[in-house]
């Protein structure tokens, strides 16, 4: 087994070490900083380097992530893209052991078009006639089938029809062996939140032993297999902002970071399960924010229709920014220089809410401007017990987990 696992992921939730980890502990502050600086020096000796030819925040982390893991030698080291894949700032590793593809929703959708004239004649769908629509689903599997190369094995999630047959031909034009990954029904065993987290495990399985048959030729080539160990190892994963349930007595806080169209529809199977379980008959609340709101419309439209399924029906929904404290003093881990200026007067916000009213014109409605107040106004609203979803944004959750349990293990 390795005695070191890397692991680089993105976004954090509350502190940027999370984005950096050996062995599921984020590595140290002192650790953190000294490698900040000595990259830094790396890339602009004496801070000599333009402004403007300095690496973006992503680059700069993944940079320092590659120099962190060299140095404290990692056995092994698991990449997640930022953005696509194609032109990700962790698609430079020329032959990694495998690569692999969770489920594909539309997201990132400004970002991962595809020009006219590189449009392939696999592609089965009409582009956007808006540009600004974005992306369509093969638009984005052909930018996450970016991180196949040649001569890798490449796994997969079962995927849509028209992602699918993308990722196939791109498999096909880069000499790979692409093979999607079923259930396994090793994993019954397992109480999972959702198919998709089955789905996701399974596949984790795959490339776990994928990596221990390249180093360990006697192992059995049958990578579907689970070891004891990696039923254990699933039995107790948690993930922060993942599906997460926070108990105060008969105050409940679930936390989902979805912030597309399908994970919204699981985040909404996951809560109706979940609290129907616990105590049906609290009140249900809903935090929730988006950064676009031309996203953020089809995003709360799915929620609603998720829950409207599973007959749940939201008493309250408070509609808050992402900014965490109501003193406007602003960790150095939450600032995002991309928001929109339109954010102080919180526009996105009561557009949500209105949206929100005319799906149910019964529910109360209530704008925060930071999530340290959305959390006291469900408090007010639930003293005697509440069942509030908090979702729509990793962001959102990280500063509700902040305010929530400042002192919770990252």
Known sequence: HPAKVGLYTSPHLKDVRERIQINSEPISEDSFARYFFKTWEKIAPGDTLDPDNRPGYFRFLTLMSFDIFLEEEVTVAIYETGVGGENDATNVIETPVATGITGLGLDHQRTLTVAPHLRPSYFQLEPRVDQEDGATIEEIAYHKAGIFKNGCPAFSVPQQYNAANVLRHRAEEKGVSLTFVDSNPQLCSIEFPSSVHRENAALAVVLANCFLHKHDETRLVDYSRISE????????????????????????????????????????????????????????????????????????????????????????????????????????????????????????????GALWQSFDPDCHIKIAPTVEEAVELAREVGMQGMQTLITGSFHLVGAALCVLDPDIST
Request: proline share 3%.
């Open 229 to 352: 160990e990696a039923i254990r190892g699933l039995h107790q994963v948690r993930l922060l902002g993942r599906c997460q349930l926070l108990k105060e007595g008969p105050i409940e806080w679930y936390l989902d970071g979805a912030h597309t169209e399908d994970s919204l529809v699981v985040a909404g199977q996951w809560y109706a399960k979940t609290t129907n379980s616990t105590s049906p008959s609290l009140p249900h609340i809903l935090i929730f924010n988006h950064q676009s709101q031309r996203d953020g419309d089809a995003l709360l439209r799915s929620l609603f229709n998720s829950l409207q399924i599973n007959n749940i029906r939201m008493q309250h929904a408070i509609f808050s920014t992402n900014t965490l404290h109501n003193n406007g003093v602003e960790r150095a881990d939450f600032v995002n220089h991309n928001r929109n200026p339109a954010m102080k007067a919180l526009q996105d916000q009561h557009h949500y």
